[in-house]
Structures are given as C-alpha cells and as structure tokens.
C-alpha cells in the first residue's frame, strides 16, 4: 500500500493533491486499512474561488486527507506546475470508481445527503451496476446543522451499520464543513464529499458529454441546465477563477497554503 501523504498543488492558496483517479484509489484504501480517520474534498473551481473570502474553509480543504483535481482547470494549472500524471478526479467518476473496487474489498458504504428519496434512488442504482455492493444505510439530512438527538440518531445508525465510507452530498462548502467538523467523531473511517454525484448517479441530473467534460466545458452544460441556480457561481467565479491564476502564474500576487 501506497503512502498517503500525496504532493499538492497550491492554487490559489488550496493544496489540490496531484492525483491521477487511480493514485486517488490507492491512497484511500491506505487510509482505510491504517485504522486512522479522513475526509477528502472533491475540489473545482468553485471550491477554490469560494476558499479567497473564507479563510476556515480554506483550511478544511488544505487539512484534507486528499483534495483531488474535480475540474479539468485543476488539472491543466497542475500540469503548469510540473505535475504531469495529475487527471481529474471527478467526483461521480470516484464514487463509481471506489464502489466497484469495494466488491473486492467488502468496504461498507453509507449515503448522507441528497434531497428526500434521493440517497435511496441512488443505492438502487449503485447495487444493480455492482452486485454485492454493501451500501449499509442513507440519511437525508436538514437543510441546517444537526441538533444534537440528530446527531446521536446519525451516530447509531452508523455504529450499527458498521460503515467504512460515508459519502457526503451535500453541496460545497457545506459538505467540506459537514466532514471537517465530523472527522473523528462518527463512527466512519473515510468521509468522501462528492456534492452533485447524489443526483447525477441517480439519474436526477442529466450528466454533460465526455467531451465537454474533457475540454473543460461541463460548466457550461450545468449552466444551461440550472440557469438560475448556478449564474452566479459560473458567470462570475469563472473569471475571477481565470484573473487570479493569472497572476499567480505570472508571480504578480502570492497565495500561500
């Protein structure tokens, strides 16, 4: 088994860890088998841009286990930086990923998240594509922090489930705080936050063609899809996301991890 402590990136202040999908495999079947506990970050550019106005998240994405290249601009900056076997590590691509190697290893998983039936639609798809998948319990969340009888109920639930891996589908930075603030706490030995795979795996979200995905377009697709929910996020993040690299590549500005 491999170390797990992999090489980042810093862009813009995030360490993204130069992974490639089958790197990110190999580190967190080392942390599941070291009896420690982590929680990775699935990180895009709106992760990032979000971490330059919120100094804690930024230091829950950079405390991460792993913090892996969920866009193709993370991947690009990281081959600028002379990390040349980085490739995306898109979160569905890691849930789909991770679950087909858990019918060899007998990891146990647990969905936390997604919209009333969604964690339970995606079980059912998750089970048909890989027979003797264990996804061992679901809990749809409040759309607000855990009180404290919430808390204790998502506790037992997962001592009884006896999960390895709980899955995270909130959205960012409410996932990354959910796990940061978690970490060490529930019963769990590997949080994974992989956001809108909850709805895309299941079928609730129509997923981008590949070659979107690979030119770095996705957005583009998502935007057109959910005009009014993600404007804000695309229209004015991409380009901040553009102007501070720039600067950063040309050494006009510093950002420290």
Known sequence: MISADPPRVNILGVGISALSMKSALEHSESLLS???????????????IEAQSDEAFRTILNKSFLST????????????????HMTRVYGPDFMLNLCELSVQRGYRHFLYGGRPGIAEELRAELTRRYP???IVGTYTPPFRPLNAEEEEDLQTQLTASQADILWCGLSTPKQERFMAAYNGRLPVKLMIGVGAAFDLLSGNLAEAPDWMKQSGLQWLYRLIKEPKRL?????????RFIWLSFLQLSRLKRFSV
């Open 34 to 48: 070291s009896g420690q506990s982590g929680y990775i970050c699935v990180t895009g550019v709106h992760g990032i």
């Open 132 to 134: 003797g998948l264990q």
């Open 69 to 84: 290249p969920d866009g193709m601009p993370t991947v690009w900056l990281g081959h600028l930086h002379g990390f040349k």
């Open 231 to 239: 404007w804000r996020r695309y229209l004015i993040n991409n380009p």
